[in-house]
């Protein structure tokens, strides 16, 4: 299992650790992530569109 790791080294994921007890760590995307919010989005609804022409074709 890759785990979180990859996408922190490719600058995906933002690591936030807080030197607390019990230990915390949070995660939050990357403003590079965040620009790839839209593009999936977008190939979301497009595989929508191609769901209901498949099943409309069916």
């Known amino acids: 299992?890759?785990?979180?790791y990859?996408?922190?080294e490719d600058c995906?994921?933002?690591r936030h650790q807080y030197n607390e007890i019990p230990p915390r760590v949070e995660?939050?995307?990357s403003e590079l992530s965040q620009k790839l919010i839209v593009?999936?989005?977008s190939l979301g609804e497009w595989g929508g569109e191609v769901y209901k022409y498949k099943k409309?074709?069916?």
């Open 1 to 4: 299992m890759l785990g979180i």
């Open 12 to 14: 995906l994921i933002i």
């Open 27 to 29: 995660y939050e995307l």
């Open 6 to 8: 990859p996408a922190k």
């Open 39 to 41: 593009v999936l989005q």
């Open 56 to 58: 409309l074709s069916d």
